[in-house]
């Protein structure tokens, strides 16, 4: 019946060059052999570079004192500190810049994108308007805007804008006032965490609940009002056992309290502002993705305007966000590296630069802050990608 | 030039280092300078009176004219330099990957960089010392009196580490703002960031005159530390070595000998035995390096002796004003000293 010709299944076995499979698996051989001869070469070829120049090898200089300062540590630092602490401090520093600058760019990404779609047409117009500014002008520039345009527009710290007199603002930086906690404050953070695991459960439960007889509570506002009332109840029964130490104008700049020095704000600001244009774009072609037809259905269904977004149009769009979202991550916190233009004391500056500079191992130093970025950047890819996963529409 | 610009000039010298085949560049500078016909020089990215251009786009400064020298004894022309500009960060890695012949960039001769850099200081061109610059309206005096100030440095400096000694030995506090180039760090101390500016001296009587208000800053008296400017070479290659230390040397003894590049042709005919030992009328000192025996007569008269270079790029014939101070001649009060030709 079949007009295939039959394939004999028994014959002279043809040689290796004409099997294919065989043929592949010696390709294959041949590239990771090319491959590793490729590394072997570079490395035998720099340890030789090196070792005739006579310059020093090895990473033992981590374990050398600094001798330097640095203007913004989050944990503690002085000159006397080591190379490898300073990696360390850069590191952090590069993380709290990025993942203050992931937060902010999303928040106002999804506004903006969300307002470009806005049917009010000043809203829609100054979201295009934001975007395309933003996402066209090199974000090098924009740091040096926000460093040098706003800083010299920024009063002396002699005369420092004050708000309430406990915090202000100066060329040198904002300070806030330090929250100093006595004895019993442990019970505040407890509150917290409980008020959180109650509303884990009362989230799940409404959810059961409502599967089952279709009645539902305001479960949102009522975590809302567990996670920020549980905790101030708790700061008022044990009788407020905070202080503040307000920063004080002595010699030359404010001490005490919290500085945020400028250098951080600068590129915070630019980073947050330059990516949220792009995040913006992500989530408008997100949204626009979704046939209409989806909306019309479910509110065919007679479900309120907020539920037909958070039920159906939202999940369906993170499907077409999340993927290009992962990318504008990634280039935030590389882009991060431009702090060192504007003296912000990250990983490039820091490490990469004047610790590169006083050991001379460009080498080690190139080598770890490159090893540094890629792990950061796999990470925030693979979270990314499990969150991919979960949101993905499933099939039933 | 660029901060982009910069950093890939870092990178590419890293990959230099780590791709490049070796040996290719050690013990032949000579040969592989005259194959390109010109000498290439790290220079810095902009600091008048040591390396900067000036309004033709020509480079001038103290620093300029020992890349000058070095190019007058090889090639006997002045002008077969290729200037290479160079931020404090990445001036030892171009050196090292052979982006550049010699590295002559306000560079302090430091214990760690002599040793284990793979890199040797041929001299000194100028004897420099760490100081403040602060504004007048700070009302401050001394550097005694800076306690909890906001310092701008630049990157990668001897700087960077003198003064977080000297403020914990004093216990005192200080905030360090890092820059990359000294324009950024000039920007910083104009529009408020940092109280003090501070660099080597000589620098900062550059910078000072950057400023858009010049008389509103002053320098402090205290000089807080040793900087010997000088430049440097890749180690391994002692030819070259002496060639620059040499170059160095000749402009020291054309001082010391009277000889400067208006009376260079005269002093051909000179019965000083010294003068006619350093212009190659004696014999000829210039083999041993590889190079013609009027290798001196060359930079004397093309570049001039050291008074020269140093009076019209940061002496009184120039903005910089700086006094020669220590960096007199031996003879004359200053430890400026070149050992003999002979």
Request: proline share 5%; charged share 15%; net charge negative.
């Amino acid at each position: 019946m079949s007009a295939r010709p039959k394939v004999p299944t028994q014959g002279p076995k043809p040689p290796f060059w004409r099997d294919p499979a065989k043929r592949a698996l010696v390709f294959q051989l041949l590239l990771v052999a090319g491959v590793a001869a490729f590394l072997l070469t570079i490395i035998g070829n720099t340890q030789a570079n090196l070792a005739a120049r006579g310059i020093t090898t090895g990473f033992g200089f981590l374990n050398d004192t600094a001798g330097f300062g640095i203007v913004q540590t989050l944990i503690d630092y002085s000159s006397q500190s080591t190379y490898g602490r300073t990696f360390v401090v850069g590191l952090l520093n590069t993380l709290l810049v990025g993942g203050l600058g992931v937060l902010a760019a999303t928040i106002v990404g999804f506004i903006v994108g969300i307002a470009r779609l806005s049917p009010n047409w000043l809203i829609s117009r100054l979201a295009n308007g934001y975007i395309e500014i933003f996402r066209n002008i090199p974000l090098l520039l924009q740091i040096f805007f926000w460093y040098f345009a706003v800083l010299r527009a920024m009063p002396s710290a002699r005369d420092s804008m004050s708000f309430g007199e406990v915090i202000f603002l100066n060329v040198r930086g904002l300070y806030l006032p330090q929250p100093l906690f006595e004895s019993g404050f442990g019970l505040i953070p407890l509150a917290f965490v409980v008020a959180i695991v109650a509303s884990i459960a009362l989230t799940i439960w409404n959810k059961r609940r409502h599967e089952a007889t279709g009645k539902r509570l305001p479960a949102g506002w009522i975590s809302l009002a567990l996670i920020v009332g549980l905790p101030l109840g708790v700061l008022v029964v044990t009788g407020v056992p905070v202080t503040w130490e307000v920063p004080e104008l002595r010699g030359f700049n404010f001490r005490g309290g919290i500085t945020v020095i400028p250098e951080f704000l600068a590129l915070w600001l630019a980073l947050s502002i330059y990516t949220a244009s792009f995040i913006a774009e992500i989530v408008r072609s997100g949204i626009q993705a979704i046939s209409h037809g989806q909306t019309e259905a479910a509110q065919a269904l007679s479900l309120p305007q907020g539920l037909v977004l958070r039920l159906v149009v939202i999940p369906q769009a993170l499907r077409v966000i999340i993927p290009p979202l992962t990318s504008q991550y990634l280039n935030l916190i590389k882009n991060s590296s431009l702090a060192t233009a504007i003296g912000y004391p990250d990983l490039v500056s820091v490490f990469a630069g004047t610790t590169l500079n006083q050991t001379g191992q460009a080498i080690e130093v190139i080598a770890m802050t490159m090893a540094v970025y890629l792990t950061i950047s796999l990470l925030v890819s693979m979270f990314m990608n499990w969150f991919n996963a979960r949101v993905a529409l499933v099939e039933r | 030039m660029s901060y982009k610009n910069n950093k890939l000039v870092m990178l590419t010298s890293v990959a230099a280092l780590v791709l490049g085949a070796s040996a290719t560049t050690q013990a032949a500078t000579l040969d592989d300078t005259r194959e390109r016909g010109v000498v290439q020089c790290g220079v810095s990215d902009g600091l008048p009176g040591f390396s900067a251009p000036d309004d033709q786009g020509e480079w001038q400064g103290i620093d300029v004219e020992v890349c000058r020298a070095v190019a007058a004894a090889v090639f006997g022309d002045a002008e077969a330099v290729r200037y290479v500009p160079l931020n404090a960060v990445e001036r030892f890695t171009a050196l090292q990957s052979g982006e550049v012949d010699v590295l002559s960039r306000n560079t302090t001769w430091t214990t760690t960089r002599d040793t284990t850099l793979g890199l040797n200081f041929a001299g000194v061109t100028f004897y420099d010392g760490q100081g403040f610059m602060v504004s007048k309206d700070l009302g401050v005096s001394s550097v005694e009196e800076l306690d909890g100030a906001a310092i701008c440095i630049q990157a990668g400096t001897t700087t960077e580490l003198n003064v977080a000694d000297y403020f914990r030995a004093h216990d005192m506090q200080f905030d360090p703002i890092v820059f990359d180039t000294s324009e950024q760090t000039v920007g910083g101390f104009e529009a408020g960031r940092c109280d003090v500016l501070t660099s080597d001296t000589s620098q900062l009587a550059a910078l000072r005159i950057q400023l858009s208000d010049p008389d509103n800053a002053m320098i402090l008296p205290e000089v807080i530390s040793k900087e010997p400017l000088g430049p440097v070479v890749r180690q391994g290659d002692d030819q070259w070595f002496n060639i620059v230390k040499w170059s160095l040397f000749a402009m020291l003894n054309a001082e010391e000998l009277g000889i400067s590049s208006d009376n260079v042709d005269e002093m051909l005919n000179s019965e000083n035995p010294n003068v006619a030992r350093l212009l190659g009328q004696d014999s000829n000192f210039g083999e041993g390096m590889g190079l013609s025996a009027d290798w001196a007569y060359n930079i004397i008269s093309q570049v001039g002796n050291y008074a020269e270079i140093y009076d019209r790029n940061v002496g009184m014939d120039s903005p910089l004003q700086i006094e020669r101070g220590i960096n007199e001649l031996w003879n004359n009060g200053g430890i400026q000293y070149a050992p003999p030709v002979r």
